[in-house]
């Protein structure tokens, strides 16, 4: 923990991709089925519940119309820009949105140690609005809260500043992905908010390394934990 670190050149022509980048790497399309086979055996990630989280659970999530094993089919991708981990959590507070994992920022205590856990995984979390669906993902059903885990990273500590995602924050989201495909024997696609609500979200955003991201779901990231 030092003292304040400009970027480098290199990280801050990241925060601003060009036309070429954002068209190669568009969170409208970023989704990938897990394949049938390969899937991991089950293991445990590094996760704590949020500290006071469970109080809000009765007004920020809903009860599954599903079966909270066999019928969770998707993970979603989501990112909190402009937010510190904090700040997406004054929004679960305010009993607006949800999420059962919360991946801290980059310059938060808990980053590189653990991801918080925020709801019961056997819970609906409130990510995606109720109409939004899409053809490919679980035959084009809408209340996809019914049927999905969400993950949420957190991405920069100040408001309209969109920071590179750290090694450690892909890594975690991935081994989380892998971990609900060990225990999910129904899940099988992981797809991005923006790509389910194109109209009103971009998260996780052009600057998240979807394909990396995708090849260490699908191949592991060398046995983190
Ligand atoms: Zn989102």
Not at 164 to 185: G, H, L
Request: with cysteine.
């Amino acid at each position: 923990m030092g003292g304040i670190t400009l970027p480098s050149r290199t990280a801050q022509e990241k925060l601003v991709p060009t036309l070429g980048q954002r068209t190669m790497n568009d969170p409208k399309f970023f989704l990938f089925d897990l394949p049938r086979s390969g899937r991991p055996a089950p293991f445990r990630i590094p996760e704590e519940w949020y500290p006071g989280v469970r109080d809000h659970w009765h007004h920020a999530t809903s009860r599954r119309a599903v079966d909270p094993i066999g019928g969770i089919r998707a993970l979603v991708i989501h990112a909190a820009v402009g937010l510190s981990s904090a700040g997406a959590m004054s929004v679960m507070k305010a009993h607006r949105a949800s999420w059962h994992w919360l991946i801290p920022g980059t310059d938060e205590e808990p980053h590189g140690k653990v991801a918080w856990a925020c709801v019961p995984e056997a819970s609906a979390a409130l990510h995606v609005r109720d109409l939004r669906s899409y053809p490919a993902v679980n035959g084009g059903q809408a209340k996809v809260n019914d049927w999905s885990l969400a993950i949420q990273i957190v991405n920069s500590r100040s408001r309209d500043v969109v920071e590179p995602f750290s090694d450690w924050q892909v890594e975690i989201a991935a081994e989380i992905v892998r971990y609900s495909w060990a225990k999910y024997p129904n899940l099988k696609h992981v797809v991005s908010h923006a790509l389910l609500d194109p109209e009103r979200c971009s998260d996780p955003g052009a600057h998240f390394p979807w394909k990396r991201f995708r090849d260490l779901v699908l191949n592991g990231a060398g046995d983190m934990y």
